[in-house]
């Protein structure tokens, strides 16, 4: 149990154009997401917390306009890259919490390239 | 975000050598957790660790729950290569809050067969 979906696994598109990331909970609700970003051999980088029915919550630094978290269901919060650049190529991870007890479970990862 | 202090940073070992890593914080944590990260996925949760003092083994994996609940450690035996990885300390601080989890910095595991 408690599975978190992520997709796609891979994307690469043209520098201008969004991309859409998807996080889904498979057999649990989640109320609140997350969302990482990782630079090659470095730890995880979170940049929003992701609140089903509000707005989400940005980390320092994190371009809100950029970087577009939507909530929508108890099932599903998607990442839109808005105006992508090459600088915005990463590994890009969701998780979502099971319980107070069981930790955080991390989707697969989307590995993005821009062109 | 809060970041957990955990060493070493990378480690080359033989296979069938043992592999001790650990996380140190200035803060209490009330959860430990240690995930591993292979290349091009997200992390999996190897172990949980819920009280202060517990160790607690899955596998060839050993990791515990330091007493002062500041630090933690994971143990891997007998190294083989589908050990490799990155392996994540994680805390979380009381358990109530929606973002309460801290990482370390991760340790990279290189195996040699």
């Known amino acids: 149990g408690a599975v978190v979906s992520q997709h796609p696994s891979r994307v690469i598109c043209k520098s201008g154009t969004s991309v859409k990331i998807e996080c889904r909970s498979l057999d649990f609700q989640a109320t609140t997401m997350f969302w990482y970003r990782q630079f090659p051999k470095q730890s995880l980088m979170l940049m929003a917390t992701s609140n089903e029915g509000s707005k989400a919550t940005y980390e320092q630094g994190v371009e809100k306009d950029k970087f577009l978290i939507n909530h929508a269901s108890l099932t599903l919060s998607t990442l839109t890259v808005t105006s992508a650049h090459p600088e915005d190529s990463s590994f890009y991870i969701c998780s979502a919490r099971v319980s107070i007890y069981y930790g955080y479970t991390f989707g697969s990862g989307t590995r993005l390239t821009v062109v | 975000g809060q970041q957990l202090n955990q060493s070493p940073q990378s480690m080359f070992i033989q296979e069938g050598e043992d592999v001790s890593m650990n996380c140190t914080s200035s803060s209490i944590f009330n959860t430990w957790l240690w995930y591993k990260q292979e290349p091009g996925e997200g992390p999996v949760l190897l172990i949980a660790?819920?009280?202060?003092?517990e160790l607690t083994s899955n596998g060839r994996l050993t990791a515990q729950f330091g007493i002062t609940r500041k630090d933690s450690f994971l143990n891997i035996s007998a190294s083989i290569p589908s050990d490799v990885g990155i392996y994540f300390c994680a805390g979380q601080l009381r358990g109530f809050e929606n973002n309460d989890m801290r990482f370390g910095a991760g340790t990279r595991l290189t195996v040699k067969p």
């Open positions: 660790l819920y009280k202060a003092g």
